[in-house]
């Protein structure tokens, strides 16, 4: 059997990775899971932590977004499929820049959120291969894909 990689890009302020680990592993899918680095704090600091302080704001991230960048763009493309979830808090640039990616590389692309993105994503929409609203939604896509299994109800 078929073991899958994917790629959970998107929004650090939800559960919704862990909820469809969870439910990943109730189906019993052969699936590994990976993101980004999800400790926001890390994430900014990550370059000058390494590499040397930074006195303009603009190198501190530069250096953080680099580095972050080797392990995205890694996962990325070594992923079977990318599930992008833009949420409610914040404006989320990078899980735009993820999905872009996941696009140009040809990974398949799958979009989660809620119908108030709609308008705002609707390139990112028409790049992904399915638009989706729920994390439940994703494990459906993910049983299917592997499985071939319909949702049950």
């Not at 493309?77 to 979830?85: F, G, K, P, S």
């Not at 028409?126 to 494990?139: D, G, K, R």
Request: aromatic share 8%; net charge negative; hydrophobic share 40%.
């Amino acid at each position: 059997m078929r073991h899958w990689n994917v790629y959970l890009s998107g929004e650090i302020h939800t559960d919704w990775r862990q909820e469809i680990e969870a439910g990943a592993e109730a189906a019993g899918l052969n699936v590994s899971f990976s993101s980004p680095n999800t400790n926001h704090a890390d994430s900014d600091d990550c370059g000058v932590a390494i590499m040397g302080a930074e006195d303009k704001k603009f190198w501190h991230d530069h250096k953080g977004a680099k580095l972050n960048a080797i392990r995205t763009r890694t996962l990325i493309e070594e992923a079977d499929l990318v599930i992008v979830r833009f949420g409610d808090k914040y404006k989320q640039w990078n899980a735009a820049f993820d999905a872009g990616f996941a696009a140009a590389s040809g990974t398949p692309l799958v979009v989660m959120h809620g119908d108030d993105h709609q308008h705002a994503l609707k390139e990112v929409d028409a790049a992904a291969l399915a638009v989706i609203e729920t994390p439940a939604q994703a494990v459906q896509i993910l049983s299917y894909v592997i499985n071939g299994d319909m949702p049950k109800g």
